[in-house]
């Protein structure tokens, strides 16, 4: 589950980096970084975490489908959470009202799951978090509904192949402008744009932890490193038009892409290791590396006749 960047904070801190106090201001960030390292039994913690919520992710699967409502989804979520001896960390997390977050075409992030019956050409993606034994696990992924347009499938593609490429270029020590650097010149090689206003976020005890993972590069991802021991979330939300969102002021949470045109994400929980970085969110029937998604009208042209040649 993302989490909004502070625009004034993080102007104010770049302000301040600019003074004669930077280099003290870095080495106490750094030294904050270095305290968020994860134990080697706290490193299994997650990663039992991890395995658990992509379990779930697994058994919703087959359940988001055209004629489902997302409160339907919600339940489902809620209820194996629940039965497996878990609690769903999004219901009532800063007062958000259900166990998942459905985000639907040109909702980025955050939607809150009611009586909307998916249906044939939508794109929804479906974030869930649970916690294991006081750990967190969280991740998202972007489904297609039956036959959906080119730019929704086009859109949702990129935004998989940018959390792997990110993912793929992450070593222990990196930066987390590494990130941004990736997924920016990508994003935009495709012709679509990236949110800057939500970002990933460490990952622990706590829902939402230093360092925050923006997908772009600014000044603080410059700075701030990704140590072995450290867990984070890359969640990468990709828009096929403008990068600007407007958020709903009725629920306080629905995030819209501002020109209504579609948005995809899909999130992984990440540990740094000292061999590179671990993906602790992999589900066993979800989309993989180098996945490639397929439109129905696509499938057609290539499906091949039941009609013998003369």
């Given amino acids: 589950m993302s989490i909004i960047r502070s625009l004034d904070f993080v102007a104010a801190r770049d302000v301040a980096n600019r003074s004669s106090g930077n280099l003290s201001r870095m080495k106490?960030?750094?030294?904050?970084?270095?305290?968020?390292?994860?134990?080697?039994?706290q490193q299994d913690a997650m990663r039992r975490a991890g395995r658990v919520n992509a379990r779930l992710m697994d058994y919703i699967r087959p359940h988001v489908q055209a004629g489902i409502t997302t409160l339907a989804i919600d339940e489902l979520i809620h209820a194996w959470t629940i039965d497996n001896g878990h609690v769903p960390a999004t219901l009532g997390y800063q007062n958000f009202p259900k166990s998942c977050c459905t985000?639907?075409?040109?909702?980025?992030?955050?939607?809150?799951?009611?009586d909307y019956e998916l249906r044939d050409g939508d794109i929804v993606n479906v974030d869930?978090?649970?916690?294991?034994?006081?750990w967190h696990g969280d991740q998202s992924e972007t489904f297609l509904i039956g036959d959906v347009s080119e730019e929704r499938r086009s859109v949702t593609q990129c935004a998989l192949?940018?959390?792997?490429?990110?993912?793929?270029?992450?070593?222990?020590?990196?930066?987390?402008?590494?990130?941004?650097?990736?997924?920016?010149?990508?994003?935009?090689?495709?012709?679509?744009?990236v949110v800057r206003e939500y970002v990933g976020h460490?990952?622990?005890?706590?829902?939402?932890?230093?360092?925050?993972?923006?997908h772009f590069p600014n000044r603080q991802s410059r700075i701030d490193r990704l140590y072995?021991?450290?867990?984070?979330?890359?969640?990468?939300?990709?828009?096929?038009?403008?990068?600007?969102?407007?958020?709903?002021k009725v629920d306080g949470w629905t995030v819209r892409t501002k020109d209504g045109r579609a948005s995809a994400q899909f999130e992984h929980s990440i540990l740094m290791t000292e061999d590179g970085p671990e993906i602790l969110t992999l589900t066993e029937y979800g989309p993989k590396k180098g996945h490639q998604f397929e439109g129905l009208a696509q499938a057609r042209k290539i499906e091949p006749s039941n009609v013998e040649s003369a």
């Fill in 202 to 214: 460490g990952l622990g005890r706590s829902f939402h932890l230093d360092p925050s993972i923006p």
């Fill in 228 to 248: 072995p021991g450290m867990c984070f979330t890359v969640e990468p939300m990709i828009n096929a038009g403008t990068r600007y969102t407007r958020s709903d």
């Fill in 161 to 193: 192949d940018c959390l792997y490429l990110a993912i793929d270029a992450l070593t222990p020590g990196c930066r987390v402008s590494t990130i941004g650097e990736t997924v920016v010149p990508e994003s935009h090689r495709r012709g679509f744009t």
């Fill in 128 to 134: 869930i978090t649970t916690i294991v034994d006081g």
């Fill in 28 to 41: 106490s960030m750094l030294t904050k970084q270095k305290k968020l390292i994860l134990t080697s039994e």
């Fill in 103 to 114: 985000s639907i075409n040109d909702v980025i992030c955050h939607g809150i799951p009611d």
